[in-house]
């Protein structure tokens, strides 16, 4: 309920005194009015008398309400303006223990600082003197070491000095010969062979190389042999020398075989031989003739084994020579060493791989023949497998014209022309070979 205002509260007085002044004022005896109407005036008045007490009730309990308003106002009031005076004191308080906490962090601040200046100066004194005696030590040090230096420089100057004289002689050792291919030209090799005689008395290598090739136009392949080892050892990294190693080995086979040696011994030099070819191609891979030498090497082995393993050697010579012609496919040696490795193959099989290897041993001699090979007694010895007598005749005349035909001891035994043995052409041609060879001999006795 809102307080009344003073203008309010004086109107409200002011009626309920007239309701009271009425009510307790005597009616006059002469007052105009009915028994009735004074009935219902006193009512009236009663009633006002009830409604002005009433109002007169409200009044007092509205004035203590105000009254107690009024004095709760005041307490809270008051406890406002306690808070406030409290809440100012405890901000006094707070900025004068922030000020204390302040002087004391700035006291402690100053006083560590101090500490720490300190003790950083006592440490910089102490890394100084650190220093100073590392710096004594490391002088010591480097004093020893450029001793140790100077000591090593003239061991080294000395090993140097060594070294030179050292070099001076191997580079005479290792001085490479002049060593052409020993299948070249007779001319080509004889003026090799003049070349290292000269340089012979100064370069170990050319002393050797001309006793190889010495040896070699003698047809002392053994002796040639062993000199070709000595230069590979002294250097094995030139390709020329195994070269020519292989190819005397080769040579020394061939010799061996016509001298009918022991198998044994002939099986050693072809798998020599081999490894000599082998140990070239690794220098060389592109090499043509080497292919060609090494599958030489393969049909000697090939010629002293049986069975199985002879077949293997066989097919093994057969890819040599392949491989040969795909580097030179103009070479008709070596197309016609193809056709000697595929006809002895051909001995030990049957069928249809027996014609298989007919017709390429019949492919590879004809390419021999077109490229001009001389000797054609590998593809007479197949015409007469072939049973081709009257091409075996031709091809066996041409041979001999051209100094090329095998030896008599050799035609009496192969196997190969068996199928001529019984035609008198061919009895007649054996004994004027036989009688050809007796009148050299007696010429060169």
């Known amino acids: 309920m809102l307080p009344l205002r003073p203008a309010q509260r004086l109107s409200l007085l002011a009626t309920a005194l007239v309701a009271a002044n009425l009510v307790h004022a005597a009616v006059p005896a002469s007052a105009p009015f009915t028994p009735e109407q004074q009935l219902v005036l006193e009512k009236y008045q009663s009633g006002l008398a009830d409604k002005a007490e009433d109002v007169a009730s409200k009044l007092d309990k509205l004035e203590a309400r105000l009254q107690s308003k009024q004095e709760y106002d005041k307490d809270v009031l008051a406890l406002g303006q306690k808070n406030i005076d409290w809440m100012l004191g405890f901000l006094g308080l707070t900025l004068a223990a922030a000020a204390f906490l302040g002087w004391r962090t700035k006291a402690r601040i100053e006083s560590e600082w101090a500490a720490q200046k300190l003790e950083i100066e006592k440490e910089h004194q102490r890394a100084v003197a650190d220093t100073d005696k590392a710096r004594e030590a490391l002088t010591r040090e480097v004093g020893r070491s450029l001793a140790e230096a100077r000591e090593r420089l003239r061991e080294l100057r000395e090993e140097l000095k060594h070294a030179r004289s050292m070099n001076t002689e191997i580079r005479q050792i290792r001085d490479s010969a002049n060593t052409p291919r020993a299948d070249a030209p007779p001319e080509e090799i004889d003026a090799a062979q003049k070349e290292n005689e000269a340089k012979a008395e100064h370069s170990p290598q050319s002393k050797l190389a001309a006793l190889a090739q010495k040896f070699g136009k003698e047809g002392k392949w053994q002796e040639a042999a062993s000199r070709w080892q000595a230069l590979t050892d002294l250097e094995p990294e030139?390709?020329?020398?195994?070269?020519?190693?292989?190819?005397?080995?080769?040579?020394?086979?061939?010799?061996?075989?016509?001298?009918?040696?022991?198998?044994?011994?002939?099986?050693?030099?072809?798998?020599?031989?081999?490894?000599v070819w082998q140990q070239f191609v690794a220098l060389k891979p592109a090499e043509a003739a080497a292919y060609n030498n090494w599958g030489n090497a393969l049909l000697s082995l090939a010629k002293t084994e049986t069975g199985k393993m002879q077949r293997q050697h066989l097919m093994d010579a057969c890819n040599k020579y392949a491989e040969s012609t795909k580097l030179q496919s103009d070479n008709a040696a070596t197309y016609d060493n193809w056709g000697?490795?595929?006809?002895?193959?051909?001995?030990?099989?049957?069928?249809v791989e027996r014609e298989a290897k007919l017709q390429e041993a019949e492919r590879v001699l004809i390419q021999a023949k077109e490229f001009g090979h001389p000797s054609l007694y590998n593809l007479a010895c197949l015409r007469s497998i072939q049973n081709r007598a009257d091409d075996a005749r031709e091809l066996l005349q041409q041979t001999q014209a051209n100094n090329r035909l095998a030896r008599y001891s050799h035609l009496i035994s192969d196997k190969d022309l068996d199928n001529l043995r019984e035609l008198d052409w061919f009895k007649q041609f054996l004994e004027e070979v036989r009688m050809q060879e007796e009148a050299q001999a007696t010429q060169l006795a």
Request: net charge positive.
């Open 238 to 275: 030139n390709a020329a020398y195994w070269f020519n190693y292989g190819y005397v080995l080769n040579q020394w086979i061939n010799q061996w075989t016509l001298q009918r040696k022991e198998l044994g011994l002939i099986r050693s030099l072809a798998d020599q031989a081999q490894a």
């Open 340 to 351: 000697s490795a595929l006809l002895h193959l051909i001995n030990g099989l049957n069928g």
